[in-house]
């Protein structure tokens, strides 16, 4: 089985588990590392397909990118639809080759409906564009798709609840690298509890993608030691993205 086939079954037995119990508990046993498993067990432990591959032909890279969204509608599966303004799914090429995976959305991503349009996603722009990485070129998304209140951490139910549609997302994007920008995004996707201090600054294999993890960039703007760090990422996701690109 493939890590691409492998990552879709994970999402639909997710998907299988959310219609079998009706979202009655979180369905994971713990809100870190979306796609239970995918970081952390050999892909021979991971559940097998409800239906035989062959059934389930591969959908092209951002094939159903437009379907996921469909499917999450005016999603009210977790508490966060109450307060926000917009639903922010996510931004950029839906055959990204790299993929950036924040939080959640702030106040400025919650009132216009995307995601890093705010004070850091500026900040964020220019870090692409010293790093010769285009915005449009990548996607960019978030753990949850809605606003948390007061811009705390999502909750483990509410990560829980909405990780079947990161996951696709991933699947419908197929990125061969992705960054999780900020110590919430990379102790969810690894499933680790260091600080992002400690996880920053060296590959991750998850799944089969390279995965790098670098400080928030409103992290950046609140302490202006951290830029160093993440422009060292950046030249590594740089360097790495680049090499893709032009083989
Ligand atoms: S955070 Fe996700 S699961 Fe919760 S309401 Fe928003 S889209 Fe739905």
Known sequence: MSRSEDIRNEVYRF???QKEFRYPDPILPGFRG??????????????APPAP????????????????REDLGEC??????????????????????????GEAPGAD???????????????LDKIFAAADI???????TNIVKCRP????????????????????????????LICALGRFAAQTLLDKTEGIGRLRGRWFDWHG??????????????????????WNDFQMLRDAYKELVEN
């Open 15 to 17: 998907l299988r588990q």
């Open 34 to 47: 979306i796609g239970k498993g995918i970081a952390t067990k050999p892909v021979s432990a991971v559940s």
């Open 53 to 68: 591959a062959a059934t389930r032909p591969a959908a092209p890279a951002g094939g159903n990118l437009t379907t996921v």
């Open 76 to 101: 009210t599966r977790c508490g966060l639809h109450g307060q926000r303004t917009n639903l922010v799914f996510g931004v950029g090429n839906p055959n990204a080759k790299l993929m950036f995976i």
């Open 109 to 123: 991503e919650d009132r216009i409906g995307e995601p890093f349009v705010g004070r850091a996603g500026q900040l």
């Open 134 to 140: 285009r915005r449009e070129d990548v996607y960019i």
């Open 149 to 176: 209140p007061g811009n705390r951490d999502p909750q483990p139910d509410e990560v829980t609840t909405c990780n079947p549609f990161l996951l696709q997302q991933i699947d419908a994007i197929q990125p061969q």
């Open 209 to 230: 993608k390279r995965l790098i993890c670098t400080y928030h960039p409103s992290a950046c703007l609140r302490n202006e030691s951290y830029k160093r760090p993440v």
